[in-house]
C-alpha cells in the first residue's frame, strides 16, 4: 500500500511544538473560572479601545471604516486592527485546504494539529502584513513625535503599537477557548456591535460638533426623532421631515432612523427564530434502561462564523483596493480605477470600480432610492448598477458563507465522523440501529453536510438582507446579525457549561474531556 504523501506544513513541527501559546488546562475547568477569565477578558477588551495610539495625528483614515464592526475594534485606538489578522489568516488556511494546495486531512489528529499551529503562525505574519500599510498616509504620527525621534522611527513606533494590540487580541481569544467560555472573537464582536447599537439608540450628542440644529440633529434614533417632532412645522414635516426622520439623511450624515430601527428588530426576531430551528436525533443510552435524549442538528449548524469570515474578506479586499489606488506606482494594479475608485476626503468606501460591487448596499438610501430615481453617489450609476451590486453582494455572501460552513465544521468537530465518536464515547446511541461508530456516521450524514449547506446559505442570505435593510449605530444589518446570534449562543453555552457542572456525566457526551 502507498503511504500518502505528507503535507509540507510538517516541516513546520518543530517551530509549532515551540510557538508562544496559552497552556491548555490538565483537567475539568469549573464553570466559576470560566465566567471569570470571559469577563476578565471582555472589560480588558473595552479598555484597550479606550487607549489611543500614542503619538498619533489626530487625522485618522479609517481602512476598515466599512467593515468596523466585524473588526471588533475602534478606530485610531491600539485595538485598531482588532481580530482583522486572526480571521484573515483563518480564511487563508481554509481556501488552501479546500482546494487541495495544502494537502492535510483535517480529519487526522496530527493533520489538524499542523493546520491550528500553522495557523497561528500565519496569524503573526498577517499582524504584520495588516499593520505596516497603516502608516502610509492612514495612521500618521504626529509632528511631536516626529521631532523627537524622527519620521521613520516615528511610523516604527505606531506600527509597534499596533502589533501589540493585535496580539493582545490574539492571546484574549485564545485565553477564553480554552479558560472561558464560548470565543473571543464572537465575544468581542458582539461587545462592539452591543455598544454601537446602544449609543445610536441613546446618543443626544449632535451628528457634527456643532450646535443642534435641524440640519445638525441628535444622533440617537430616540433623541433624533423627538427633536424633530418637536421642532420642525407642518410643511418641513410634509416635505422633507418625515423620509428624514424615517429613512435618515446621508447628505447630513444622520443615519439612525425609524426604518433603521425597525430594520434592527426585524433582524432580532429572525435571527431567534432561526437559531431555534433545529431537527433532534433520538438517543437511548446503550445500558440504562429508560436514559433518553435527543441530539440537536441546529438550522444554523456552522454557526456565524461563516458570515464573519465573508465579511473578513470583503473588508481585506476593500483595503488592498483601497492601497492599490492610492498608489499608482505599483506596477499594472497600481491606481486602476476599475479595481476600485475611491475619494478618501469623503469616505473610505469605494465609489466604483469592482471594490465598490464588492461593497454593502448601506441600508435602503443607499440603494432603493438611487433604483427608483436614478443615479446615486458622488460617481453617477445607472439604476440596472446599483441592482447588479446588489445580486453581486447577496450571491457573495451566500455562497461565501456555505463554502466557510462546510470548511468549519471539519476544523471544529462538528463533522459527521466526530460527532459520531463524541455520541459513542457518552455511550448513547440512535434506537433502532447497532452501536457502531460507523453506523451513527452514515445516519449522521444524512443530516450534518445538508444542514451545513443550507445553514450557510440561510445566515448569508440573512446576513445580505440585513444590510440591505440597514440598521442603527452604523453596524451594518450583518453586525447586528452576528450580535444577536453570538449572544444566543453564549446563553446556550453558559447553560451547557452549567449543566456539564452538575452532571459530570454530560462531559464526555459534549467531547469535553
Known amino acids: 500500500m502507498v503511504e500518502e504523501k505528507k503535507s509540507r506544513l510538517f516541516a513546520l513541527k518543530p517551530i509549532i511544538e515551540r510557538w508562544p501559546a496559552i497552556a491548555k ?15 476578565l477578558c471582555l472589560i480588558i477588551y473595552y479598555i484597550l479601545t479606550n487607549v489611543m495610539i500614542f503619538g498619533l495625528k489626530g487625522d485618522v483614515i479609517d481602512l476598515f471604516s466599512q467593515y468596523r464592526f466585524i473588526m471588533a475594534g475602534a478606530s485610531g485606538s491600539i485595538m485598531h486592527l482588532g481580530i482583522g489578522p486572526i480571521v484573515t489568516a483563518s480564511i487563508i488556511l481554509q481556501l488552501f485546504v479546500g482546494a487541495k494546495i495544502i494537502n492535510l486531512d483535517l480529519t487526522k489528529k496530527e493533520d489538524k494539529a499542523i493546520y491550528q499551529g500553522t495557523q497561528k503562525i500565519l496569524v503573526i505574519v498577517m499582524i504584520f502584513v495588516e499593520a505596516i500599510p497603516q502608516i502610509f498616509g492612514y495612521l500618521q504620527p504626529n509632528e511631536g513625535l516626529v521631532g523627537l525621534i524622527g519620521g521613520d522611527m516615528a511610523s516604527v513606533v505606531i506600527i509597534i503599537q499596533l502589533v501589540i494590540g493585535a496580539l493582545l487580541v490574539f492571546f484574549m481569544d485564545e485565553l477564553i477557548s480554552k479558560w472561558g467560555i464560548g470565543s473571543g472573537i464572537s465575544l468581542f ?6 455598544q454601537s447599537i446602544f449609543t445610536g439608540l441613546f446618543n443626544w450628542l449632535p451628528v457634527q460638533a456643532a450646535e443642534i440644529s435641524l440640519t445638525n440633529p441628535p444622533a440617537g434614533v430616540i433623541p433624533g426623532t423627538y ?3 418637536t421642532h420642525l412645522s407642518l410643511g418641513d414635516m410634509v416635505n422633507w421631515g418625515y423620509q428624514t426622520m424615517f429613512m435618515g439623511s446621508p447628505q447630513i450624515g444622520y443615519q439612525n432612523a425609524i426604518v433603521p430601527l425597525l430594520g434592527t428588530i426585524l433582524i432580532f426576531f429572525i435571527v431567534v427564530y432561526a437559531e431555534s430551528s433545529r431537527i433532534e436525533l433520538p438517543l437511548a443510552h446503550g445500558r440504562v434502561r429508560g436514559a433518553r435524549g435527543r441530539y440537536p442538528i441546529r438550522l444554523i449548524y456552522a454557526s456565524v462564523i461563516p458570515v464573519i469570515l465573508v465579511a473578513a474578506l470583503l473588508a481585506n479586499i476593500n483595503m488592498f483596493a483601497m492601497l492599490l ?28 470600480g469592482g471594490a465598490w460591487y464588492l461593497s454593502s448596499p448601506g441600508g435602503l438610501n443607499s440603494w432603493l432610492m438611487p433604483i427608483l430615481g436614478g443615479g446615486g453617489g458622488i460617481v453617477y450609476h445607472a439604476p440596472w448598477q446599483f441592482a447588479l451590486k446588489v445580486i453581486i453582494y447577496l450571491s457573495v455572501m451566500i455562497f461565501g458563507s456555505i463554502l466557510f460552513a462546510k470548511f468549519w465544521i471539519e476544523t471544529t468537530n462538528m463533522g459527521a465522523h466526530d460527532v459520531a465518536k463524541q455520541i459513542q464515547s457518552s455511550g448513547m446511541q440512535i434506537p433502532g440501529f447497532r452501536r457502531d461508530p ?10 450534518i453536510p445538508v444542514i451545513t449547506v443550507i445553514g450557510g446559505a440561510a445566515i448569508g442570505a440573512l446576513a445580505g438582507f440585513a444590510d440591505m435593510i440597514g440598521t442603527i449605530g452604523s453596524v451594518s444589518g450583518t453586525g447586528v446579525l452576528l450580535a444577536v446570534s453570538i449572544i444566543i449562543q453564549l446563553y446556550e453555552q453558559i447553560g451547557k457549561e452549567q449543566a456539564m457542572e452538575m452532571h459530570p456525566v454530560l462531559r464526555g457526551f459534549f467531547g469535553n474531556e
Open 438 to 447: 460507523r453506523v451513527l456516521r452514515k445516519v449522521l450524514e444524512r443530516y
Open 227 to 229: 427633536y424633530y417632532a
Open 189 to 194: 464582536i458582539a461587545a462592539g456591535v452591543s
Open 325 to 352: 489606488y492610492n498608489n499608482p506606482g505599483v506596477p499594472l494594479l497600481g491606481g486602476q480605477a476599475w479595481i476600485g475608485n475611491y475619494d478618501l476626503t469623503v469616505s473610505t468606501q469605494p465609489l466604483s
Open 25 to 39: 488546562p490538565e483537567g475539568h475547568v469549573n464553570f466559576r473560572t470560566k465566567i471569570i477569565w470571559t469577563i
